[in-house]
């Protein structure tokens, strides 16, 4: 039976027995598949890089999934961050045609902040949010925003303490869809034509099966017709990105698109692929949208979206407005380049993280894209496995060192504060940055190739405790005491992830 831990008015006994049936019908397949997704890594780290030949008839023939739905033909851009009150409201006013309110990536993972999430969310689908401003007063959800609602639920393995199942805490997952869907479903489905997800850590089709038949079983719960759930999948992983065709097929009635994360892409491939005398990546201001993986990844999601019938979004850009338009930084003028290729390529639009860069964005695809979107321009280019995984080349600099301890430092901190990101260095960072950066770190230790290229010193753990401690002291010596105390289990936590044998996971907070 499932047994309550967090007494809140949204956790009622028809939510609990939706859980329940969830867990009963799909806990068990979720558990295999987290298991074979260790063998599959294992294989790919120990060299064996490779589309599926079991899967190939699927890749070879031809079929389309679901057509797009009308409402859901233009993206253009959307912005993403999180789901409180003020997040929620300033997204969905900001002009963007979607907002997506990530609950994992942009959002602290302990039970009392996804409750208060999935609450604003409520509120949110039916465009009835305020919150008060101390400078402008209250401010509310524009009631004709065209902008609609996304979501993004909690990963596979992710888990969720407010409820257990037979003594264990329940998908992450399934607590979120099933409270999203009993609370805002068919309010969405009126008022924007659908329930519309970004799926992140789909690592192969037979986990994307596995999302759709989660999507068909509320559909039928509901009463919803077959593909109002549609997701786009955020292809974050070597092993998704080997089965970007299979992902869909599986998804057919339930699939809106492809995307991917740089971030969560090189992270991933930090993780399969290192060891003592592996080379490194370089600094992470070098791993842009043009490093061979990247623009490989890119170019196929676009040809496989169109190709099988949807949309193909470009990566999210982290980089802020600059506060002065009269000194506008580098890192600004290269994220408009990339949102300028993304349209060209073909991509159908595009993901921001901040409201001041959603009309930038936007007037570089319509510069480009004359449509609603390009689902007529098809691609064939010759993306091969090895294409998917070349690294790109590049110095390593005692400035990028810092600055990754810097970020990893303030959003451990930040986030024991209950926040689900973090503006350093003029981005914004969210928690696949806080894996990347974390993954730079590591691997920079423990290869040989870990070295400051202008000065061949290398990268080992007594540099590493002195940089951590130098910039904890610089960042936080004169914060109040409870922020001190959180930065000495910041530096604690980083230089026991960063020094260890195992690749880094970030902290589950």
């Known amino acids: 039976m499932l047994t309550g831990t967090v007494e809140d008015r949204i956790l009622t006994p028809a939510l609990r027995a939706l859980i329940t049936e969830l867990e009963h019908r799909h806990g068990r397949r979720r558990l295999e598949l987290l298991a074979d997704r260790a063998v ?14 079991e899967t190939a008839h699927v890749r070879r023939t031809a079929w389309q999934v679901s057509p797009v739905p009308e409402p859901l033909l233009e993206r253009r851009v959307e912005l993403i961050g999180g789901a409180t009150r003020s997040e929620l409201i300033n997204g969905l006013n900001a002009g963007a045609k979607s907002y997506i309110a990530d609950l994992w990536n942009f959002t602290t993972a302990d039970t009392w902040s996804m409750l208060r999430a999935h609450r604003s969310l409520e509120r949110a689908a039916r465009l009835d949010l305020a919150y008060l401003d101390p400078v402008l007063g209250r401010i509310r959800i524009n009631p004709t925003t065209p902008t609609r609602l996304m979501v993004v639920p909690r990963p596979l393995y992710a888990l969720e303490g407010a409820l257990t199942n037979d003594g264990d805490p329940v998908s992450a997952a399934f607590f979120d869809l099933a409270l999203f869907a009993q609370s805002s479903a068919r309010v969405l489905a009126e008022r ?11 690592h192969g089709h037979l986990e994307a099966r596995l999302w759709a038949q989660l999507f068909s079983t509320l559909e039928e719960h509901f009463g919803l017709e077959r593909g109002t759930f549609r997701a786009t999948v955020m292809i974050d992983s070597v092993a998704g990105a080997l089965e970007c065709d299979e992902i869909l097929f599986e998804l057919m009635h339930h699939a809106a698109g492809l995307c991917f994360d740089p971030q969560g892409y090189a992270a991933d491939h930090i993780a399969l692929f290192n060891g003592p005398d592996v080379p490194v990546l370089p600094d992470r201001e070098r791993i842009g949208l043009n490093a061979p993986f990247l623009r490989a990844l890119s170019l196929l999601l676009i040809g496989t979206g169109h190709r099988r019938g949807c949309h193909a979004i470009g ?3 982290f980089v802020l407005p600059p506060l002065d338009q009269q000194k506008v930084k580098a890192s600004y003028l290269e994220m408009l380049a990339d949102k300028e290729r993304e349209a060209v390529d073909g991509h159908d639009g595009t993901i921001v993280v901040h409201a001041g860069t959603v009309n930038p964005a936007m007037m570089e695809f319509n510069k480009s894209m004359a449509r609603a979107n390009q689902l007529y321009y098809l691609r064939n280019d010759d993306i091969t496995p090895a294409d998917l995984v070349r690294r790109p080349e590049g110095a390593v600099t005692v400035e990028s060192l810092v600055d990754s301890i810097r970020t990893a430092l303030r959003t451990l901190v930040q986030r024991h504060e209950g926040r689900g990101w973090v503006i350093q260095g003029g981005r914004l960072h969210d928690r696949t940055s806080l894996r990347l950066n974390l993954r730079l770190l590591w691997q920079w230790n423990h290869s040989r ?5 202008g000065s061949g010193l290398d990268v080992h753990r007594d540099l590493l405790r002195y940089l951590v401690q130098k910039e904890a002291t610089k960042m936080f010596s004169e914060s109040d005491e409870t922020t001190r105390r959180y930065a000495e289990q910041a530096k604690a936590q980083l230089l026991e992830l960063i020094t260890g044998d195992a690749v880094p996971l970030e902290p589950m907070v």
């Open 449 to 453: 190739h870990g070295v400051i290229t």
């Open 315 to 317: 990566a999210p850009s």
């Open 192 to 202: 924007q034509g659908g329930v519309w997800f970004y799926l992140r850590d789909v």
């Open 40 to 53: 599959r890594r294992a294989a790919l780290a120990s060299g064996d890089v490779a589309f599926r030949e």
